[in-house]
């Protein structure tokens, strides 16, 4: 019987995180990855079209590390509400 309620309870955690995935689409983009990865691939992105147009390589390397830093908070703030989130739901359903 209590295996029974904390498997239902599992599966309304999990059906939960499904439809929070689909409601905020930016979160989907590096969930499974640490907020460096996202940072990384955002500053190489940005910074290589600006190293096809010609900018010198002191523009260039300051660009994709503010790039970085602005992917890799993105990232966390994604996170960091999606933790919140969770945890109020789990606190409404008592899970």
Known sequence: MNNKKIEEKLNKLEKWEKQYRLD???YNLNHNGH???A?????FISA???????YG???VT???LICFVI????????KREWSKARD???KLEDL
Do not use: I, M, N, Q
């Open 35 to 37: 907020s460096s990865v």
């Open 39 to 43: 940072g990384a691939v955002v500053g």
């Open 62 to 64: 300051r660009f994709a």
């Open 71 to 78: 992917g890799y908070a993105v990232d966390w703030f994604c």
């Open 48 to 54: 290589f079209p600006a190293g096809l147009f010609g």
């Open 24 to 26: 905020h689409p930016v």
């Open 88 to 90: 109020e739901y789990k």
């Open 57 to 59: 390589t002191t523009f």
